[in-house]
């Protein structure tokens, strides 16, 4: 049954997510053992107003994935799902906000970055996820002992979901990425937090190039060649891909859908990833590498200096290739994606 299914995967969402298939798994045997007795007694399958009315004397989705979290002596098992998905989207926030506004400061404060400083900000980052675990704590169990001694000023939080209908629990959720598995919120929320982290190495990297280089940094300096401006180009089409990936994964943490990233979000990052290997592909005179001193070095670094511009063009032409394949593909499958899905709804 597909609201049976539905409900389940609203279920997931407040689950710990180490026991989540084994709690769905055992929560769907027993869910469909009681489907099986009432339609037996029917004699026939349940209507949709049927199903819709079973499935809502089953109570809420928050309140049903609470009667499998440990026992809450602070905060009561009705509030307890909610306190868990609002503390885990502040820390979410907090981390992002954070790491954001540090990197800010690195790049404002100085025109390299010192690592003690660099080091200093991350250290700081669990205090920060600790105060606000604990202001988040403090407010959930503020409305606990308010609604459990105070409840004629209060309404009833057991009765916080009793309006819930069956028909506003969300569509199911295609398998999507080739039929990639879902990911847990602990991964999400990791890439969110690296994606910052990437995002901010990058910003520094034109100020710092030794970030990007390391110690190769002194034979730039050294050698008679410089990167030609068209490298620029392809730098902040990097910095805007990491950027528009970074927003993405940040708003599925806040809507709830990080399990399975959308296939769309697929298609356009590999689009935008496309752009700059196109743009360095069409560069005019294949010239990526440039000398210091053409008018003095020419002579007996050119021939060198043509071998490495032809070799990085073929190099560029080969990931166009590569990459447009990769788009071809995934554009293919968001296709038919689209075209299973309006079968299944027929």
């Known amino acids: 049954m597909e609201l049976l299914d539905r409900y389940l995967q609203a279920v997931s969402k407040y689950l710990p997510w180490k026991r989540q298939a084994d709690i769905i798994a055992e929560l769907r045997a027993n869910l469909e053992s009681q489907l099986d007795e009432q339609q037996a007694e029917l004699g026939r399958t349940m209507t949709s107003t049927e199903a819709e009315a079973w ?122 990425l080739s039929g990639g598995t879902r990911r847990s919120y602990a991964l999400a929320l990791t890439e969110a937090a690296f994606g910052f982290l990437v995002l901010g190495w990058l910003l520094l990297v034109p100020q710092n190039p030794y970030l990007m280089f390391g110690p190769g940094v002194a034979f730039l300096h050294a050698s008679p060649y410089l990167l030609a401006p068209i490298w620029m180009t392809v730098y ?46 069409n560069v005019h005179d294949r010239m990526y590498i440039l000398l210091k001193r053409p008018d003095v070095d020419l002579q007996a670094y050119g021939a060198t200096l ?4 032809q070799g990085i063009h073929s190099a560029m032409l080969i990931l166009c290739v590569i990459v447009s394949a990769q788009l071809a593909w995934a554009i293919a499958q968001a296709i038919l994606d689209i075209a299973r899905n309006r079968a299944a709804s027929k």
């Not at 502040?90 to 003690?116: D, F, H, M």
């Not at 200093?120 to 308010?146: K, M």
């Not at 043509?306 to 511009?309: E, F």
């Open 55 to 176: 499935i809502r004397q089953l109570g809420s989705p928050v309140h049903m994935a609470a009667h499998y979290q440990p026992q809450q002596y602070l905060i009561g098992p009705a509030v307890f799902p909610v306190y868990k998905y609002v503390l885990r989207l502040a820390c979410a926030w907090a981390a992002v906000v954070y790491l954001l506004v540090s990197a800010i400061n690195l790049v404002v404060g100085s025109a390299t970055v010192q690592p003690a400083a660099l080091g200093s900000a991350l250290l700081n980052l669990p205090f920060v996820l600790i105060q606000v675990a604990a202001w988040v704590t403090l407010i959930f169990a503020a409305i606990e002992f308010t609604a459990a001694h105070f409840p004629e000023k209060c309404p009833s939080i057991a009765g916080f979901h009793a309006k819930w209908s069956p028909s506003d629990l969300p569509p199911l959720e295609r398998r999507t």
């Open 306 to 309: 043509n071998q490495t511009n």
């Open 236 to 281: 902040w089409w990097i910095v805007a891909l990491n950027a528009v990936q970074l927003g993405w994964r940040c708003l599925d943490l806040l809507r709830g859908s990080w399990q399975r990233p959308s296939q769309y979000q697929h298609v356009i990052v590999k689009t935008m990833g496309l752009v700059p290997l196109v743009i360095a592909a």
